[in-house]
Structures are given as structure tokens and as C-alpha cells.
């Protein structure tokens, strides 16, 4: 897993001063399950060689995705795209179990990097599924986690693209009824849905634990602490990052004046920040924190060159290797397999 984040000092040239700060939000970028899928694709490349295949964006960030195709990487949308019988990496987004049988019928050597939380929610979906249990699965439509565990039990699982649209949704026994959630979406949104899905089905069931994944939930937290004292806030992510996409609602939602996501600091429009004192900052679950860097050393050249650090919590948790990169060609545990990346 990468070092946690630097501090001002290291990204900020002192001779740069302003009269403007910026509220550098904490934690910010790179989550365990993201840092776990980008080194499997850089294992499986050393292990392996070029091409490794991957099917979808590893995870939802151009540059990681622009990066790993120039050290070899060959990124697909569907497995009958990859040769038989090559290595094929599944991203962190998961797949359903459609994508894994294709993937055997073309003998291909598949890693699975899913994220272990989304794992999680597959499995919650197969036991309710097997419980004779509808699932009302409350996220985005055509997001490739969702297709993924909606496909664990197609029959049984129903999608809730939004609070308005539980208040619409029709099932066919109201009294059996189980949610589960996409892991980056907004909190504070799938808690209203919740809510409006209960008003119709008093009786709808809990999942054992929150699908929403720590890491969703404490840049949600950071954001909207520096949302509240921040003129202007800045996200760094993808514009197919649903975990990005939540943090710029989330900072309107929480007093910033307004928000905009960016890919990185080539996207920055100073129009943004005239008359502006305070800039947040902060970035998606997927996004390097080199690019952060660079948005700062930019904002510093446009005078803001004072940063503080919001900081809401603590992150070190870290995921192992998927099991297919365990160990070496000789047998050998690998000594990576359980760090992540140093």
C-alpha cells in the first residue's frame, strides 16, 4: 500500500507565497483495493510479460489506466476480446460469474483483482439470493460493479438508481425484502433511499454491515469538513470515478460555493478561483497522489500557497495479493504478496 500522504511542506516551494490557502482534504486518493488491483497488473507484467490483458479500466482513473498500457498492458471490454488460453486480470470492480465462466470456456489464465469489499457484497448477494430473498440493490446503472453483482442473482435483484426511484420501484413481495449497495456511493444519499424504500417496505431487511466501503466514506467526511470553510473545491478524478463524482456533490451539498472535478491540473480553470480565498482539495480512490501534487504546485503559482491539512482519520488497511500472485515460479511465498506496493 503507498505511503499515506505527504505533507504541504514536500509539494510546496516556500518561495511561493499568496494570500490564498488551500484545505488539503485527508485521506484522499488511493484506497487498499485500488492499490491491490494497480499492482496486480504490474506483478502479473513482471511475472508474465507483455501483454497482459485486463478487462475494463483496472480501476477509474485515465492516468493509472494510460500508464499501465505503456509498461504492457492491454486493456479489453469483454474476455472474448483476449486471446485463449493468456492471463486476463478482472478489474477492481468485479464480474459476475457470466464473465468468469467465459473467461474458462476460452481456457484463460484470469487474476482476479476485485476489490475484497465488493467480494463482500457478491457474497451477501448469493446468500440472500439463496435465502429465497429479493434484494433491492441500491446503485448506478450501467456501472460495472453493479452489472457485476447484479449478475451473482440476476432473478432476485432489483436496481435503485436513486432515492426518487424508490419511491417508484415495484416488487413482487414486499415483505421479503433485503438492500444492498454499490461500495462508492454517496452516504448520505443511499441512507435516503434507504429511508424512502422502508416508508414503502417496513419490513425490508438490513445488509450484516454497511456495503459502502471506508474509504468512500472517510474522503465523504474530509470533504465535507473542508466543504465547509472552502470558497471553491477541487476534486481529482475521473469523470467515470463514481467515488469522484460523489465528492463533488458531496461538497455542495456541505457549503463549498462550488465544485468541480478534474482529471488533473491541466483542467483547472483560474476563472474558478476569482475572488475566491479558500480552495479545497482533495481526490478519488483511484487517483495518484503525484497529481494532487501537481494541482498543488499550480494552485501555489496562482497565489495559493499556504496548505493545511484536513485530516478525519487514519487509514492502514491493506489487502493482500489475489491468490493467482501469491507466490513465485518456484513456489515460494512472494515477499510483495502481503505488503502491496512499498
Not at 484522499?28 to 507484467?45: H, I, N, P, Q, S
Not at 474476455?79 to 470492480?93: L, M
Amino acid at each position: 500500500m503507498p505511503a499515506g500522504p505527504r505533507s504541504a511542506a514536500t509539494v510546496i516551494d516556500p518561495a511561493v507565497t499568496g494570500s490564498g490557502r488551500v484545505l488539503l482534504a485527508a485521506p484522499r486518493g488511493y484506497c487498499a483495493g485500488v492499490d491491490r488491483a494497480v499492482v496486480a497488473v504490474e506483478k502479473a507484467l513482471e511475472r508474465y510479460g507483455s501483454p497482459v490483458y485486463v478487462r475494463k479500466q483496472i480501476v477509474h482513473n485515465v492516468h493509472v489506466v494510460r500508464r499501465l498500457e505503456q509498461e504492457g498492458a492491454v486493456f479489453v471490454d469483454e474476455v472474448d476480446e483476449v486471446p485463449e488460453g493468456a492471463h486476463v486480470v478482472f478489474s477492481a470492480h468485479g464480474v459476475s460469474p457470466a464473465v468468469v465462466r467465459a473467461a474458462g470456456e476460452r481456457r484463460l489464465q484470469a487474476i482476479d483483482a476485485t476489490c475484497p469489499l465488493v467480494t463482500k457484497v457478491h457474497r451477501e448477494a448469493v446468500r440472500f439470493a439463496r435465502d429465497d430473498r429479493h434484494i433491492l440493490l441500491i446503485g448506478h446503472h450501467g456501472h460495472e460493479e453493479v452489472e457485476g453483482t447484479m449478475g451473482e442473482a440476476p432473478d432476485r435483484t432489483t436496481l435503485v438508481g436513486s432515492p426518487d426511484e424508490a419511491d417508484v420501484v415495484e416488487v413482487a413481495d414486499p415483505d421479503n425484502l433485503v438492500w444492498l449497495s454499490q461500495t462508492t456511493l454517496s452516504v448520505d444519499e443511499t441512507m435516503e433511499t434507504v429511508r424512502r424504500l422502508r416508508v414503502r417496505f417496513p419490513n425490508l431487511q438490513d445488509p450484516p454491515s454497511d456495503d459502502i466501503c471506508y474509504a468512500t466514506q472517510n474522503r465523504q467526511v474530509a470533504v465535507k469538513k473542508v466543504a465547509r470553510d472552502a470558497d471553491v473545491v477541487l476534486v481529482v478524478g475521473s469523470a467515470n470515478s463514481s467515488n469522484s463524482v460523489r465528492l463533488v456533490e458531496v461538497a455542495l451539498e456541505h457549503g463549498a460555493t462550488s465544485a468541480h472535478r478534474i482529471d488533473d491540473a491541466s483542467e483547472l480553470d483560474p476563472a474558478w478561483l476569482e475572488g475566491a480565498g479558500t480552495v479545497g482539495v482533495t481526490s478519488g480512490a483511484s487517483v495518484p497522489e503525484r497529481l494532487v501534487e501537481e494541482l498543488l504546485r499550480v494552485l501555489a503559482g496562482l497565489g495559493f500557497g499556504t496548505v493545511e491539512e484536513v485530516r478525519t482519520a487514519e487509514e492502514d488497511l491493506v489487502f493482500s495479493l489475489p491468490r493467482e500472485l501469491r507466490r513465485d515460479r518456484t513456489g515460494a511465498p512472494d515477499p510483495r504478496a502481503l505488503g502491496g506496493r512499498s
